[in-house]
C-alpha cells in the first residue's frame, strides 16, 4: 500500500509570500493529484501529473519521479489561497481510487 | 456544464438504520468513485467503478457497506445497520481518464 506523506501539517504565512508545501509517497505511481479543499467547501482538483512540472496561474506543481517527491508552489500568496491542500497518488494507470495524504492546512493572513 | 452532484446534502440517522446516498456524475465520465472523510481524518477510498468492469471494493470498510450504479449513470453507496463510526463526510468523484472532479459530499451523523 502507498503511503502518501505531507509537510508541512500546518503553515500560516504573510499575503505576499512564496509557499511551497511538500508531499513524498513510499510506491511508484501512475499518478500525482495537487487537490484544494475549502472550509465547508468542496474539493477541487488543481493538477494532476506524472512527470516534470505544471503551472496554472500562480500555481506550479512539480514532481520527481526518482525521489518519489513532489512540491506545489504558489507565488504572491493571497489570503484566498487559504484552504487544506492535499496531494494525492494513484498507481493503476491513473484511472483508480486515490490514495490521499492527510492534507496541509495553509493559513495567508493579509 | 453541471458539475458532479450528491444527495442530500446531510443526513441524521439513528444508529443501526440503513442509508442510502446518491452520486450523479458528470454525463459521459465513464469512471465513478466514493470517498469517505472523517472527522480530523484523511480522504480515504471506498469503492470505484469503471464503465461495466466489476467495481474495485478494496477500500470498503465491512460488508455492511455497498453500492451499485447504473450504466455510466447513477450510483448509489449503501450503509447497513450504520454504527456512530460511520459518521463522516461521503464524497463522490467522476472522471473521463484520471482527473476527478469531487461532489460536495453528504455528510452523514449517525447519533
Known amino acids: 500500500k502507498n503511503e502518501v506523506e505531507q509537510s508541512p501539517q500546518n503553515l500560516t504565512a504573510q499575503e505576499g509570500e512564496f509557499i511551497t508545501i511538500n508531499c513524498s509517497y513510499s510506491?511508484?505511481?501512475?499518478?500525482l493529484h495537487w487537490l484544494q479543499q475549502h472550509p465547508g467547501g468542496g474539493i477541487v482538483s488543481l493538477f494532476m501529473?506524472?512527470?516534470g512540472k505544471k503551472k496554472h496561474g500562480r500555481l506550479i506543481a512539480t514532481i520527481n519521479i526518482q525521489e518519489k517527491h513532489s512540491s506545489l508552489h504558489i507565488t504572491a500568496s493571497h489570503p484566498r489561497d487559504s484552504a487544506v491542500y492535499i496531494c494525492?497518488?494513484?498507481?493503476?494507470?491513473?484511472?483508480?481510487?486515490?490514495?490521499f495524504g492527510k492534507g496541509t492546512h495553509l493559513i495567508i493572513q493579509p | 456544464g453541471a458539475g458532479v452532484s450528491q444527495s442530500p446534502s446531510n443526513k441524521v440517522t439513528e444508529k443501526g438504520k440503513d442509508v442510502e446516498l446518491r452520486c450523479d456524475p458528470i454525463?459521459?465520465?465513464?469512471?465513478l468513485y466514493w470517498y469517505r472523510q472523517r472527522l480530523g481524518q484523511g480522504l480515504e477510498f471506498l469503492i470505484y467503478?469503471?464503465?461495466?468492469?466489476?467495481?474495485?471494493k478494496s477500500g470498503l470498510p465491512s460488508d455492511r457497506f455497498s453500492a451499485e450504479r447504473t450504466g455510466e449513470s447513477v450510483s448509489t453507496l449503501t450503509i447497513q445497520r450504520t454504527q456512530q463510526e460511520d459518521s463522516a463526510v461521503y464524497l463522490c468523484?467522476?472522471?473521463?481518464?484520471?482527473?476527478?472532479?469531487f461532489g460536495p459530499g453528504t455528510r452523514l451523523t449517525v447519533l
Open positions: 468523484a467522476s472522471s473521463t481518464y484520471a482527473e476527478q472532479f
Open positions: 510506491v511508484g505511481i501512475s499518478a
Open positions: 501529473l506524472s512527470s
Open positions: 494525492a497518488v494513484s498507481t493503476g494507470g491513473g484511472a483508480d481510487g486515490l490514495t
Open positions: 454525463s459521459g465520465h465513464t469512471a
Open positions: 467503478f469503471q464503465g461495466n468492469s466489476a467495481p474495485d
